[in-house]
């Protein structure tokens, strides 16, 4: 890193700190690229109606087992016509590990929104990815279980069928510094930890703001590294931490169904506004409260701002998962969807600070 050459000047006086811990691309056997389909309009949908509805209309023969679950933008998940015969890109000697039980960290080696000067290019996935889930493209998914091909078919317990997709040498150095034996699931059994834990904890670590701060000159420029474990206990509180962000950026948490906003008047439900700042009303300047018009009677109100500009790889999900729904009409699970995904990101803002109350360096 050091013999880079900058057109404009970097400050390395933490480059020594920095390399001593582990990169992530070393610590994940294999990554894959998302999928580029060359025909998103057609081959990508929110639901499995309109998506066969889409295929029928150019006469496919449409086969409801290539529909799979799909991971388009950030808190934005539809479905994919899964054909290699159709996919401009379709990384199906890699990225087949996503379409099982898994789940992938996204990430890409520079930072994607020109008017920020820290990391966020941080997200996850539970299914197969787009290219484009970061505004500027060529993020990379580093799944946590790797599939064999050959097991696929055989009814075998899912330790058999998968194995943890970390560079071993690395998980030895962790074992031994946080005197834990590494297990390849999940276990009760004292003393253990897993594959999920280390992704929890890299999560964790990776949206410290002060660690996003102190190193942001190295995070612009290659994927991210991150600290050895510095004892059993710091580990345990980041995992903690890292898996709450995780369930919510995935909205598997509980949390989120604990809405904050409203969504208080009648009407028909369509986007008809380009969600712009014309659209956006902070009503209440005190406690960082705003509303978001989505047609000249409806709004979601009491939006915290925090959560309405909060960026995730260069897109403001809160605002962007509109945008895109731009002339459609809002269903019922739409509108929870919403409110719940500005849960998670009020609650990520949350814990991200509390993350820096834990010493990790």
Same mark, same amino acid.
């Given at each position: 890193?050091?013999?880079?050459?900058?057109?404009?000047?970097?400050?390395?006086?933490?480059?020594?700190?920095?390399?001593?811990?582990?990169?992530?691309?070393?610590?994940?056997?294999?990554?894959?690229?998302?999928?580029?389909?060359?025909?998103?309009?057609?081959?990508?949908?929110?639901?499995?109606?309109?998506?066969?509805?889409?295929?029928?209309?150019?006469?496919?023969?449409?086969?409801?087992?290539?529909?799979?679950?799909?991971?388009?933008?950030?808190? @934005?998940?539809?479905?994919?016509? $899964?054909?290699?015969?159709?996919?401009?890109?379709? /990384? #199906? !000697?890699?990225?087949?590990? =996503? +379409?099982?039980?898994?789940?992938?960290?996204?990430?890409?080696?520079?930072?994607?929104?020109?008017?920020?000067?820290?990391?966020?290019?941080?997200?996850?996935?539970?299914?197969?990815?787009?290219?484009?889930?970061?505004?500027?493209?060529?993020?990379?998914?580093?799944?946590?279980?790797?599939?064999?091909?050959?097991?696929?078919?055989?009814?075998?317990?899912?330790?058999?069928?998968?194995?943890?997709?970390?560079?071993?040498?690395?998980?030895?150095?962790?074992?031994?510094?946080?005197?834990?034996?590494?297990?390849?699931?999940?276990?009760?059994?004292?003393?253990?930890?897993?594959?999920? @834990?280390?992704?929890?904890?890299? $999560?964790?670590?990776?949206?410290?703001?002060?660690? /996003? #701060? !102190?190193?942001?000159?190295? =995070? +612009?420029?290659?994927?991210?590294?991150?600290?050895?474990?510095?004892?059993?206990?710091?580990?345990?509180?980041?995992?903690?931490?890292?898996?709450?962000?995780?369930?919510?950026?995935?909205?598997?948490?509980?949390?989120?169904?604990?809405?904050?906003?409203?969504?208080?008047?009648?009407?028909?439900?369509?986007?008809?506004?380009?969600?712009?700042?014309?659209?956006?009303?902070?009503?209440?300047?005190?406690?960082?409260?705003?509303?978001?018009?989505?047609?000249?009677?409806?709004?979601?109100?009491?939006?915290?701002?925090?959560?309405?500009?909060?960026?995730?790889?260069?897109?403001?999900?809160?605002?962007?998962?509109?945008?895109?729904?731009?002339?459609?009409?809002?269903?019922?699970?739409?509108?929870?969807?919403?409110?719940?995904?500005?849960?998670?990101?009020?609650?990520?803002?949350?814990?991200?600070?509390?993350?820096?109350?834990?010493?990790?360096?």
């Amino acid at each position: 890193m050091s013999l880079v050459i900058f057109f404009v000047p970097k400050n390395f006086d933490k480059e020594k700190k920095y390399l001593t811990g582990f990169a992530v691309t070393e610590l994940f056997s294999l990554r894959t690229s998302g999928v580029k389909t060359h025909d998103d309009k057609n081959l990508v949908a929110i639901n499995s109606k309109e998506l066969e509805n889409k295929l029928i209309e150019l006469n496919v023969n449409f086969d409801s087992e290539k529909v799979f679950k799909y991971s388009y933008r950030p808190f @934005d998940t539809g479905v994919i016509y $899964y054909d290699t015969k159709l996919l401009g890109r379709a /990384r #199906e !000697k890699t990225i087949y590990h =996503l +379409k099982y039980e898994n789940i992938g960290l996204i990430l890409v080696a520079q930072p994607q929104a020109a008017n920020l000067n820290y990391f966020d290019c941080l997200y996850l996935t539970n299914c197969l990815t787009d290219t484009n889930m970061y505004r500027r493209g060529g993020p990379l998914s580093f799944p946590l279980y790797l599939y064999h091909k050959n097991n696929l078919q055989e009814k075998l317990e899912i330790d058999e069928r998968r194995t943890p997709n970390l560079n071993s040498e690395k998980l030895n150095l962790i074992a031994s510094k946080l005197e834990l034996t590494f297990t390849n699931e999940k276990e009760k059994t004292e003393n253990t930890f897993a594959p999920i @834990d280390v992704l929890d904890y890299i $999560y964790a670590a990776l949206h410290s703001p002060a660690y /996003r #701060e !102190k190193y942001q000159e190295f =995070l +612009k420029i290659d994927f991210p590294r991150v600290p050895y474990p510095k004892d059993k206990e710091t580990f345990w509180k980041l995992v903690k931490l890292g898996g709450e962000i995780r369930q919510l950026h995935l909205l598997e948490s509980s949390t989120v169904e604990n809405y904050i906003t409203s969504y208080p008047k009648d009407g028909d439900n369509s986007i008809t506004t380009k969600i712009g700042i014309k659209d956006w009303e902070l009503f209440d300047e005190k406690n960082k409260l705003g509303r978001i018009w989505i047609n000249d009677q409806q709004y979601f109100d009491a939006i915290p701002l925090v959560a309405w500009e909060f960026y995730i790889g260069g897109y403001q999900p809160a605002q962007k998962w509109l945008k895109d729904r731009k002339g459609r009409t809002l269903d019922y699970n739409d509108i929870l969807h919403y409110q719940k995904m500005i849960v998670a990101l009020y609650e990520t803002d949350r814990i991200m600070k509390e993350i820096d109350n834990i010493k990790f360096e």
